[in-house]
């Protein structure tokens, strides 16, 4: 934009320049006009008065004319030098930008090649970090490795170092006690040099002491470095037979990938049952640590009330409502036990189931080896249909057919109800049969005999633990 510009102003400078050389040739002109026009006023002074008035006139004319004319070219004369000026400004301008614009690309001509050549760079280096990963795959687990190796190493290191730290914060001891030991020179008040001496038996004792101890030093650093070399040595030997022992156990394994991964499943639930059955175990246990505790109670407050100097009839009549009391809390607990009990025998049961399951899954591979070792063809296919059948069919069946009845609850007296009923309809079924409706009401009626007696044992208890309050 800045050279297209340039242009405009040098061709608006130019034409103001063409006119400023019109108007300066036309002012020559009619200054010439001028001129002759009085010289031929001069000339014919033997003419009218009215005609040179008019000459006159004309000459005025003309020269107010030319004046405006003139004040008109001195306005375009400083108007064009002003533009001139200002062009001369642009000009200047216009280089000083097309200088920065030359650098600019310079510089921009040069980080192209420089980021063409760090691309090139950095391709080439993606490159070989491709092709360097695609031949070594393992590189995470080496990298490891030495990692924990030169971890070590630094280890080993800073204990050296501290070693190195504590030699030298020796050796400034020495440097200090340098003086005292092997003596030193010293002015007296005369001016003379006097060589004090120093404790040099001891310094040469120590000094032995130091070459011991540094040689000990360099010596458990050299053992260090050795045995950390030989570790490293044999940790990649080992890892190296590891690595192909597994690969060997891999290879062994895939053939036995079913039976081993059914195994390893039917261990993992048995496990977990296993872990299951040892909280269930516990939570039995303190369920019946619990009920031994409730059971308790009434004796511990019957003993109490003895001890406090209350009669025994007195206790006794008391410890029914005791009893009474404390059912409240026994329900609970025996609930708790009943259902850990319950749920610790279903897990013992699959236990034995998963046992079961696994050891057939274990000894499947095996079986079918020795079966393919026999030389009878027909006799090999027959046991092996066999020991497929078998091992499907256990397979196949579901530990969870053991956990019957789950809808139903498991409290003691919600499943005493359930049982009662259960009789109920059986000696319904039973009134059919000849003979069983009068076994069923002989039984009807000792039930009958035996419930009111307990209910009269109940009524005189009470009657006379109400006794015992009113007195």
């Not at 011991?212 to 040595?233: A, G, P, Q, V, W």
């Not at 505790?293 to 009549?317: A, K, M, N, R, W």
């Amino acid at each position: 934009m800045g050279i297209f510009d340039d242009k405009e102003a040098r061709k608006k400078i130019q034409y103001l320049e063409e006119e400023r050389k019109k108007l300066w040739d036309r002012i020559i002109k009619l200054e010439e006009q001028n001129r002759l026009i009085r010289n031929e006023i001069t000339a014919k002074t033997s003419e009218s008065q009215l005609e040179a008035a008019q000459s006159s006139k004309k000459a005025a004319e003309f020269r107010n004319k030319t004046e405006v004319r003139l004040n008109e070219a001195n306005d375009f004369v400083t108007k064009i030098t002003a533009k001139f000026k200002e062009a001369e400004t642009l000009y200047s301008n216009i280089f000083e930008k097309n200088d920065e614009a030359v650098s600019l690309k310079t510089k921009i001509e040069t980080i192209d090649s420089e980021y063409r050549e760090l691309y090139n760079e950095l391709k080439s280096k993606i490159e070989y970090i491709d092709n360097f990963t695609e031949e070594y795959p393992d590189l995470d687990d080496k990298l490891g490795e030495i990692s924990n190796f030169i971890s070590n190493i630094e280890n080993n290191l800073n204990k050296s170092k501290t070693t190195l730290n504590s030699i030298n914060n020796r050796k400034k001891e020495i440097e200090e006690f340098y003086e005292n030991i092997f003596g030193y020179t010293d002015t007296d008040e005369n001016g003379e040099e006097i060589f004090i001496e120093g404790k040099k038996e001891l310094l040469e004792e120590l000094y032995s002491n130091l070459e011991t101890e540094i040689e000990l030093s360099k010596e458990k650093i050299s053992k260090i470095n050795e045995d950390y070399k030989n570790k490293y040595s044999s940790f990649e030997s080992t890892y190296k037979s590891k690595y192909e022992s597994i690969i060997q156990e891999i290879g062994k394994l895939l053939p036995n990938a079913l039976t081993a991964g059914l195994s390893a499943a039917f261990s993992q639930k048995k496990k977990v049952e296993e872990e299951l059955s040892e909280k269930l175990q516990k939570r039995f246990s303190r369920g019946i640590t619990y009920l031994i505790c409730v059971s308790i109670i009434p004796f511990v407050i019957s003993i109490y009330y003895l001890i406090e100097g209350h009669q025994l009839d007195e206790t006794l009549l008391k410890l029914p409502r005791l009893v009474l009391a404390i059912i409240p809390m026994y329900i609970p607990v025996l609930w708790f036990t009943y259902s850990s009990n319950k749920r610790l025998n279903l897990s013992k049961r699959l236990i034995e189931e998963y046992s079961h399951k696994e050891v057939l899954s274990k000894t499947y591979e095996g079986l079918s080896t020795q079966i393919a070792n026999i030389e009878d063809e027909e006799q090999s296919e027959e046991l092996r249909f066999k020991l497929l059948s078998t091992f499907l069919q256990v397979a196949s069946e579901n530990p969870g057919k053991l956990i019957s009845n789950y809808n139903t609850s498991d409290h003691p007296f919600m499943e005493a109800l359930e049982q009662s009923y259960k009789f109920q309809i059986a000696i319904d079924k039973l009134e059919g049969i000849p003979g069983m409706g009068k076994i069923i009401a002989i039984l009807e009626k000792k039930a009958k005999k035996k419930i009111e007696e307990k209910e009269e044992a109940i009524n005189n208890v009470l009657s006379n633990v109400s006794v015992d309050n009113n007195e």
